[in-house]
T-cell receptor, first 117, second 114 residues
Framework: AQTVTQSQPEMSVQEAETVTLSCTYDTSESDYYLFWYKQPPSRQMILVIRQEAYKQQNATENRFSVNFQKAAKSFSLKISDSQLGDAAMYFCAYRSARTGANSKLTFGKGITLSVRP | DAGVIQSPRHEVTEMGQEVTLRCKPISGHDYLFWYRQTMMRGLELLIYFNNNVPIDDSGMPEDRFSAKMPNASFSTLKIQPSEPRDSAVYFC????????????FGQGTRLTVV
């Protein structure tokens, strides 16, 4: 079974600075997807960024980028120029891409990010 | 599109009562998921449907929980009878079949059983 680990329960960053959130996962599969979701106080789960395992290039979305290390099974999220609105809980998630595999998302425990003005 | 719509947003009920949570997925999406979020266990899958058919219900905790998807635009999650340990946020999510598409989540229902 796949597992996703987010070992840091909380992090804090100064506004306009850069912060990196860590995530590791365990799988025996070679084809899968990794996601970062943001959950602000409103409770809504919002997709931040997605990475396909067969793509070596790291995904980027504006101020958000990932460092995907497939061999190390590591998938960290970097937030540049942090803004007050980035304060939220962030979840790393895994989904198999294998045909016929379970389509569910497996989530890490999440990390609470606070942004200091 | 209005996104995934869940109702109610909040539900407070007494132990032993029946609770029904509702979800309207995004039109055209093939998959529908029910997740539960608690402080202790985080986000865990309860059940998911593909084209209205339940595919994996291994996460449903007990027989007190049941889920249905009578058509492509509506699903329910029912708890009968409810217990205080069922208190959690319940999320519904949907997505399209093609590879790589992400799941879109509703705003969740916060259930409190007293």
């Amino acid at each position: 079974a796949q597992t996703v680990t987010q070992s840091q329960p909380e992090m804090s960053v100064q506004e306009a600075e850069t912060v990196t959130l860590s995530c590791t996962y365990d799988t025996s599969e070679s084809d899968y997807y990794l996601f970062w979701y943001k959950q602000p106080p409103s409770r809504q789960m919002i997709l931040v960024i997605r990475q396909e395992a067969y793509k070596q290039q790291n995904a980027t979305e504006n101020r958000f980028s990932v460092n995907f290390q497939k061999a190390a099974k590591s998938f960290s999220l970097k937030i540049s120029d942090s803004q007050l609105g980035d304060a939220a809980m962030y979840f790393c998630a895994y989904r198999s891409a294998r045909t016929g595999a379970n389509s569910k998302l497996t989530f890490g425990k999440g990390i609470t990010l606070s942004v200091r003005p | 599109d209005a996104g995934v719509i869940q109702s109610p947003r909040h539900e407070v009920t007494e132990m032993g009562q029946e609770v029904t949570l509702r979800c309207k997925p995004i039109s055209g999406h093939d998959y529908l998921f029910w997740y539960r979020q608690t402080m202790m266990r985080g986000l865990e899958l309860l059940i998911y449907f593909n084209n209205n058919v339940p595919i994996d219900d291994s996460g449903m905790p007990e027989d007190r929980f049941s889920a249905k998807m009578p058509n492509a635009s509506f699903s329910t999650l029912k708890i009968q009878p409810s217990e205080p340990r069922d208190s959690a946020v319940y999320f519904c999510a949907s997505r399209l079949r093609p590879r790589g598409t992400e799941a879109f989540f509703g705003q969740g229902t916060r259930l409190t059983v007293v």
